[in-house]
């Protein structure tokens, strides 16, 4: 015991020689994952009021709040190439700027078609940032503290969208109050222009990726860098020699994935996990809470956007849950567990929901009641598990000279399926009804734990470079964390 109590406070001793500069600069990064929470979560708040503003068809509706996230993959697919040739930095700052601007021309739009088209400029920023956010936050991190980190910018995605559903409801509340009609919109998109600003100024005193120096010849630069984020000059003499050795086998993603089977199965097993997320149905209830509310049978606006508030804010806090347990516990139990919690949840949510789609006001709120917990049982099972979880799996299996390529295609793909996800609910919603759409995400869950059975592997207390042997060696990919080592 006191070993163990000796071990603690050695390594906490240890944490704490990392300069304030690692944390201010790691947070100031995250702050690219509120942004994303913030546009993520704007919108479900704010469709009712574009709908009746400009008498939108439900396509259109679906086309409003999909068409960020079509930019989205656009802006990730285009930021392998920027934040290589300019710098992680750059593209930070690119992303900042864009998502002021887009902010602003969505607050202006006139027509549900420009509206859609602003927001795929601002999806633009937004997959940028997915796609760099985390890979700064990788390079600028010691590796004691990265998954740490890591699962900082999931948290600052989870306050993004909770703190978007409050302003939302704030102004929604406003503006009734004061007996404003219409144009409520246009405010609820148009604030996202101040945390945007916030942002680039933050990003603009960050350093570069010490990494990315390093690719580019700058070598006293990244030396420089390393100094401020590192503890001590055995730790930057390491970190040099480890990226000069990763430099040798740099730029290696595409021909790699061509010729090498084994990488292959790695990229495909991303490519699942983030198919799997987003089928989860997750973004469901974070584009469509309040009308979801109003399937249930809460037809009170104001209950709805509360009710949405509440979802968000169960959000963050079930995250703290996979934070506390993921290097205690691993990944799959963790797994197994949020897979069923959120199969079950979503059944109940279906069978509790009325069997076609609208329900008059006031109609058995039992059975709203129900389904409005079992659907914040289900945000509790995602958010402890699949939420963060998935982005730490996928930052884990790739070895290091195919690692963007794999990322790349891994986070792609979570906005590809997530855009599709987003385009088709109202229209299943309206097709089969909401308790056969809310059984049929049920379903897919139990799917999804045959899929962690049979593919997905432990990576628990393996070293990155031990799943890379693994892997390149042919080994099954549930058994590619098999074995220790640091
Ligand atoms: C997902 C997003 C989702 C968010 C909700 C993220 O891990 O990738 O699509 O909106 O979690 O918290």
Not at 176 to 204: C, D, E, S
Not at 205 to 233: C, H, I, T
Not at 293 to 305: I, S
Not at 364 to 384: E, K, N, Y
Request: charge should be positive.
């Amino acid at each position: 015991m006191p070993e163990k109590t000796d071990a603690a406070t050695a390594e906490k001793t240890e944490l704490k020689k990392y300069q304030p500069l690692v944390y201010l600069t790691a947070f100031t990064a995250a702050l690219a994952g509120l942004l994303f929470g913030l546009d993520v979560g704007v919108i479900s708040g704010a469709l009712a009021f574009i709908a009746r503003a400009f008498s939108a068809s439900t396509l259109e509706q679906e086309w409003v709040v999909s068409s960020l996230l079509w930019g989205a993959v656009a802006g990730t697919l285009i930021s392998g190439v920027i934040s290589r040739r300019y710098g992680r930095r750059t593209t930070l700052l690119l992303a900042a700027a864009v998502f002021a601007l887009g902010s602003i021309l969505s607050m202006l739009a006139q027509s549900a078609g420009i509206l859609i088209g602003c927001r795929v400029f601002l999806g633009l920023a937004v997959g940028m940032a997915s796609f760099t956010a985390p890979l700064y936050l990788s390079e600028i991190a010691p590796a004691r503290i990265r998954g740490a980190l890591i699962s900082m910018y999931q948290l600052m995605i989870t306050i993004g969208i909770v703190l978007a559903f409050l302003s939302d409801t704030f102004f929604a509340s406003y503006f009734k109050f004061h007996g404003v009609t219409g144009g409520h919109w246009r405010i609820m998109l148009g604030i996202l222009v101040v945390p945007a600003t916030v942002m680039f100024i933050g990003v603009f005193f960050l350093p570069e990726s010490p990494r990315w120096l390093f690719l580019k010849g700058r070598k006293q630069e990244a030396g420089r860098v390393l100094a401020r984020v590192r503890a001590d000059g055995e730790e930057i003499a390491r970190e040099t020699a480890e990226i000069a050795a990763e430099l040798e086998q740099e730029n290696a993603g595409w021909r790699m994935f061509r010729r090498n089977g084994n990488f292959r199965r790695a990229v495909f097993l991303g490519i699942g996990l983030q198919v799997v997320q987003q089928l989860t149905g997750i973004n469901v209830v974070m584009y469509y809470a309040p009308r979801i509310f109003q399937a249930a049978g809460f037809a009170d606006t104001a209950e709805q956007m509360w009710g949405t508030v509440l979802v968000g804010v169960v959000n963050v806090l079930a995250t703290f849950i996979a934070i506390a347990f993921v290097d205690r516990w691993g990944r799959k139990p963790i797994m197994y567990t949020g897979f069923l919690v959120m199969g079950v949840s979503m059944c109940v949510v279906g069978l509790a929901m009325p069997p076609a789609a609208p329900l008059a006001a006031g109609e058995v709120p039992v059975r709203a009641f129900i389904s409005i917990a079992a659907l914040l049982t289900f945000i509790i099972g995602f958010a402890a598990s699949a939420g963060p979880i998935i982005w730490v799996i996928c930052s884990e299996i790739y070895p290091l000279a195919g690692r963007d390529f794999g990322i790349t295609c891994s986070t792609a793909t979570n906005w590809i399926v997530n855009g599709v996800v987003g385009l088709t609910f109202l229209s299943l919603l309206e097709g089969i009804g909401p308790r056969a759409t809310f059984l049929l995400y049920g379903g897919l869950e139990a799917v999804f734990i045959i899929f962690f059975l049979l593919w997905v592997p432990e990576t628990k207390d393996v070293s990155l470079e031990k799943i890379s042997a693994n892997l390149l060696a042919g080994k099954k990919l549930r058994e590619i964390g098999r074995g220790r080592g640091t």
